[in-house]
């Protein structure tokens, strides 16, 4: 089991609210992830960091904002959401590449509502 | 462009028997794969991995195997129980790169 936390589960908000989507991880890993995925579909990374102070941003353009302020932190804003965020948000952590420890492990995933 | 597929977006599977779930990918340099299980209302949960070193790794009722000629991955799932109901994807990590790629799932239901 990964010990790697979400909250808020569900979310439902009103368009044009500043909303935070919280992740943490207890495995001491450098490297965390962001990832939006709508029902029965693929997952399209958004974000991810290397490591304390580092972000960048994934294949997929999103409208949010991520920080690294703490290594077990990583939490994504968005500044104003829009019925077009509605989605399944899922938070992922892994050792850095080179440590033949890849694997990826995923919290339980946000599932945000923005009527 | 580079991407990782499933061949078959729904199986059915009576409770009892071997499951085979099928991955394609398009990348000769990936070297790494990955496959996950994500029951409904949860996030993707880590099942097996094998490196391109090799072409089959068994695990707890599972078996991956991986044909590198072919770039064909497959998931093996033995004595197949409602519990495995979920949707199953196949992931890839291309050498050097920091991310994984995710294809599309497959929907395993277990016919009781």
């Known amino acids: 089991e990964a010990d790697i936390y979400q909250t808020p589960r569900y979310l439902v908000i009103g368009t044009g609210k500043k909303i935070t989507l919280e992740c943490s991880q207890t495995m001491g890993h450098d490297k965390m992830y962001w990832y939006q995925q709508d029902p029965g579909m693929e997952l399209h990374l958004i974000h991810y960091s290397y490591g304390v102070n580092s972000t960048e941003k994934g294949d997929l353009s999103s409208e949010s904002t991520v920080s690294r302020i703490r290594t077990e932190h990583f939490p994504l804003t968005l500044e104003s959401a829009r019925p077009s965020h509605t989605s399944q948000y899922l938070c992922a952590s892994s050792h850095l590449p080179g440590q033949g420890k890849e694997t990826q492990y995923f919290g339980p995933g946000t599932r945000l509502l923005v009527l | 462009g580079e991407s990782v597929g499933l061949h078959l977006p729904t199986l059915s599977v009576q409770e009892g028997d071997n499951s085979i779930i099928n991955c394609a990918y398009s990348?000769?340099?990936?070297?790494?794969f990955i496959w996950y299980k994500q029951e409904s209302g949860k996030g993707p949960q880590f099942i097996i991995d094998?490196?391109?070193?090799?072409d089959k790794r068994q695990g707890q009722r599972v078996t991956v195997l991986l044909n590198k000629t072919v770039k064909h991955l497959s998931l093996q799932i033995a004595a197949t129980q409602p519990g495995d109901s979920a949707v199953y994807f196949c992931a890839e990590n291309k050498a050097g790169s920091y991310q994984l790629t995710f294809g599309k799932g497959t929907k395993l239901s277990v016919i009781p």
């Open positions: 094998i490196r391109s070193n090799m």
């Open positions: 990348n000769s340099a990936s070297d790494y």
